[in-house]
């Protein structure tokens, strides 16, 4: 028998609707909701609210602190803010928005230069497309600045909130087609959002096309970066386009690329579902490949058990562990941030319960200004503890796989927080930094 669901959003907006809301939630804890919503996005739906989120471990169960915002989540000053806001003028959609605004500005919205990376194609910037490391260009279609829910944590949340930002070019994908034909050392183009499994089928094969039918022959890999397989595996069921979309993806195949999905999963909850199974059975089936990653996140999925399991059940449905991602310094880090040195025990201490064949997974790393790197152990040098660091991307390739050294920090929680080793005053890619400049 096929298995069915009806989309059905929640948001600020309806989310007193829900019936598990209103049997479970205090009405303080509805207002907690209320208040910190109207700050970071907020949007759940009826797949995350009946089959993943278990309703009689709130609020601690994770899928309930990944969709549902938490009053953590603002520090004390923004949210009496906000909650005084609300009090007093929270029937003025203008009052409201203008202090959510002045809180946001103060949430690192742009965190590590993404602006700076935007490519430019005779001249003229490509604003949907960014392109920092060599081989890979990321690809932000119009039409996929959102998601089936939305992370509490999310880096990307400035685009959520502030969407009459985004236009949309039909002709978008023409234009990276264009742009990477005269970029022979790219080799990978990422879908990326938002979340472009949002698109409709037809959609998402209208950017598809110039880029397979391109004639670029240095091109070898589609890669998809999607939560859908843990918000909404329906979309490759069930929904009235899904065997449209598992179409495109045979296609690709077929006509000689390699179709990689990044699929973001926060917790092995994610991965028991019929829904899911069937989804990531199908997906394979097309002979694309599976790849997954996610941010390590207190209150989610901070404990080396956690991934020991994600990671072994993701190689028993067929997937790839890929990455283990620090918070970003963003939104809520401060709720969410796990510091480098427990995230890498965690790592470190699910890695060695598992066998080689998930052991292709890198972390913990942090893809920040320079590149993303990575956080490769914890060592004395001649009495003095040290990070052992290396980037896996850099802004300069060259920079990739050296491993460099940073004083020990039991608190530090991003690469902004660490000074170099060896009394040194400088990284050896701060240095370069300069000298490229
Ligand atoms: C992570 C990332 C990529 C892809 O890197 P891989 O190591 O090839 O997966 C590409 N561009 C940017 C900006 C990234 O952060
Ligand atoms: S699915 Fe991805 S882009 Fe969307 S809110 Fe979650 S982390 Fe952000």
Not at 319 to 342: C, I, K, S, W
């Amino acid at each position: 028998m096929n298995q069915t669901k009806k989309y059905k959003a929640y948001t600020l907006r309806n989310f007193r609707e829900i019936p598990q809301v209103q049997s479970i939630l205090t009405e303080e804890e509805k207002q907690y909701i209320e208040v910190v919503g109207n700050v970071l996005p907020f949007k759940t739906n009826s797949y995350v609210v009946d089959e993943l989120i278990n309703w009689d471990n709130i609020p601690d169960d994770p899928i309930f602190q990944l969709t549902f915002p938490q009053k953590g989540m603002l520090v004390k000053s923004h949210f009496a803010e906000m909650r005084d806001t609300l009090a007093v003028n929270g029937d003025n959609k203008n009052e409201v928005l203008k202090t959510a605004n002045k809180i946001r500005k103060q949430l690192n919205p742009h965190p590590a230069g993404q602006n700076e990376n935007v490519p430019e194609l005779n001249g003229q910037k490509l604003p949907g497309v960014q392109h920092k490391y060599n081989e890979t260009v990321l690809f932000f279609p119009g039409n996929s600045q959102t998601c089936h829910a939305y992370c509490t944590f999310c880096f990307r949340w400035p685009q959520f909130t502030n969407l009459d930002n985004i236009k949309f070019a039909m002709s978008e994908s023409e234009l990276l087609a264009q742009y990477i034909k005269q970029h022979p050392e790219v080799t990978d183009v990422l879908f990326t959002g938002g979340d472009p499994m949002v698109m409709s089928a037809k959609n998402f094969e209208a950017h598809i096309n110039p880029l397979i039918n391109g004639n670029i022959p240095h091109l070898k890999t589609i890669r998809i970066g999607s939560k859908s397989l843990g918000f909404w595996p329906y979309r490759y069921i069930s929904d009235k386009d899904s065997d449209d979309m598992i179409k495109i993806f045979e296609k690709i195949v077929k006509q000689g690329y390699h179709l990689s999905f990044m699929a973001h999963f926060s917790h092995p909850r994610e991965l028991e579902t019929v829904a899911v199974q069937k989804a990531i059975t199908r997906i394979r089936n097309t002979g694309a490949q599976i790849r997954t990653q996610s941010p390590i996140l207190k209150h989610i999925n901070d404990s080396s058990s956690i991934w020991r399991d994600m990671w072994k059940k993701q190689v028993n449905l067929g997937m790839v562990p890929y990455y283990m991602f620090m918070a970003r310094d963003t939104g809520a880090q401060h709720y969410f941030g796990v510091e480098l040195n427990r995230a890498w025990n965690i790592y470190r201490k699910a890695y060695k319960q598992v066998s080689g064949i998930a052991r292709t997974v890198r972390g913990p790393s942090m893809s920040a200004h320079p590149g993303k790197v990575l956080l490769n152990g914890v060592t004395t040098v001649n009495g003095e503890k040290m990070f052992v660091l290396q980037f896996i991307q850099g802004r300069n390739a060259d920079w990739v796989n050296k491993p460099f050294f940073a004083k020990f920090d039991p608190n530090a929680v991003w690469l902004d927080d660490l000074e170099p080793a060896f009394d040194k005053d400088e990284f050896f890619f701060e240095i370069h930094d300069v000298l490229n400049n």
